[in-house]
């Protein structure tokens, strides 16, 4: 409720500006009211429509293969070559501005203890291959001081939502079923958001890093999650993201 009242107080002062400015302004006001009604929608399909917040999570994932493949190249965890799969970066707060709060609560350091049940689990689907090699304990922790203080999630609900939301989410396997896949050819961007959106449901933003050959390659696919850290929804603010139109999908 309160959301759907945030969306009228928006579409208010955005009539106003309607009234009051240039035609091109117009134009870009009236962009803003698309976006914020179809925020409006998402968040009214929820039931903790009161939780109190101008908050959402991008949900991160990263293609082991195009870090591998970079300059600076990649090392296995201490326990293995990861699946051939994308895998976790994080779960990252961020505000309907646009900001992304960091390090928001130093009395919440990380404590591995307080999710030991879940470390087998973090080992496969959360894994580090930053060099030098480690065994993910590093990854995690600063996952949660920079990114997990500032959710309204605990630590423990905040890994937790962030395995599950992988279980849910198979990129790999949507983006295969529309013939995509890590064979180091060569893909449309935009067909890379249209699977992900007829597998997902919500539209992608699509990161891109470059290969030793300075070739644009599919890097991080990021989907927006409601504060409770359980709902998928369409992402309530746009994000730039570095991408050159067509990219290389590399074997990992
Ligand atoms: C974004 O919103 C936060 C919280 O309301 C505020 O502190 C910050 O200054 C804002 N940043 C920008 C760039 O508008
Ligand atoms: C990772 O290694 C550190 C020591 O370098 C250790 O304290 C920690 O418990 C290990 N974590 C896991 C999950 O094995
Ligand atoms: C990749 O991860 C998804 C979960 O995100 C899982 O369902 C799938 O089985 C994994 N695929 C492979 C090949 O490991
Ligand atoms: C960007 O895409 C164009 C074709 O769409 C391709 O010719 C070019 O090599 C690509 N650039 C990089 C850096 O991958």
Redesign the pocket.
């Known amino acids: 409720m309160k959301f759907i009242l945030i969306g009228l107080v928006i579409l208010q002062c955005t009539i106003s500006i309607y009234a009051a400015h240039s035609h091109s302004f117009l134009y870009y006001a009236e962009q803003v009211v698309e976006e914020e009604e179809s925020f409006v929608t998402a968040f009214a399909e929820e039931d903790a429509a009161d939780l109190n917040s101008d908050l959402f999570y991008y949900y991160v994932e990263q293609w082991p293969g195009s870090s591998c493949d970079t300059k600076k190249g990649c090392c296995y965890p201490?326990t293995g070559k990861p699946a051939t799969n994308f895998s976790i970066h994080g779960l990252w707060p961020t505000l309907l501005n646009g900001t992304w709060p960091e390090y928001c609560n130093p009395n919440t350091l990380h404590d591995?203890s307080k999710i030991s049940d879940l470390?087998e689990r973090?080992?496969s689907e959360w894994p580090t291959i930053s060099c030098p090699s480690?065994?993910?304990?590093k990854f995690w922790k600063h996952e949660w001081e920079k990114h997990g203080t500032c959710s309204i999630l605990d630590q423990y609900a905040y890994f937790e939502s962030t395995l599950n939301i992988k279980d849910r989410v198979n990129f790999l396997q949507v983006l295969e079923n529309a013939g995509i896949k890590p064979d180091g050819n060569v893909y449309e961007v935009g067909a890379i958001k249209e699977a992900i959106k007829a597998g997902v449901g919500v539209s992608p933003v699509i990161e891109c890093n470059a290969d030793a050959s300075k070739v644009s390659q599919l890097y991080q696919i990021y989907i927006c999650v409601h504060p409770n850290g359980k709902d998928i929804i369409e992402c309530p603010t746009t994000l730039k993201r570095n991408c050159n139109t067509t990219v290389e999908f590399p074997p990992f």
């Not at 480690?134 to 304990?137: K, L």
């Open positions: 201490t591995e470390i973090l080992q480690s065994n993910g304990s």
